[in-house]
C-alpha cells in the first residue's frame, strides 16, 4: 500500500529528529568529555625537547614551506585520473552480459581514449623523473 502524503505530513513531527539530537549530543559530549579528560589528566611537563616538532625521528633540516617539483602532484593527478577509469569498469564487468556487444564496443572505445591519452602522456615525458 502506498501512504498518502498527507499520512506522511502527519507522521513526520519534531519527536521523529529525536534519535538524531540524540546522536548529536552524545558525539558533542564525548567530544568535551575527552577533551577536559587529557587536559586535566594529562602530564604538565613542558620541556624543550616536548615542544620541538617531531618528524617522524628524523631531524628537521631547511624550511617545510620551499616549493616542490611538480612533477609530484601531476604524477598524483594522474594516478587519481586513472584510478577513476578502473572504477567504471565495474558496471560494465557486473553487467557485461546484458550490455552485450554494444556495451563491448562502448568500452572498448572508453578504454582507447584512455590509452590514447596515456601514449600522449608518455610522449611529453610527464613520468620521465631524470629532469
Known sequence: MFLSSALLAATN?????F???LQLVAAVGF???TMFGTHFLGPKRRTSD???NFESGIEQKGNARQPVAIKYFLTAILFVLFDV???FFYPYAVNFKTLG???FMAMLMFVASFLAGFIYILR????????
Request: charged share 25%; no cysteine.
Open 31 to 33: 567530544v568535551v568529555v
Open 50 to 52: 616536548k615542544l620541538i
Open 101 to 103: 556487444w554494444d556495451g
Open 124 to 131: 611529453k615525458g610527464a613520468l620521465r623523473w631524470e629532469d
Open 19 to 21: 534519535p538524531i539530537v
Open 13 to 17: 513531527t519534531p519527536f521523529s529528529y
Open 85 to 87: 577509469e578502473v572504477i
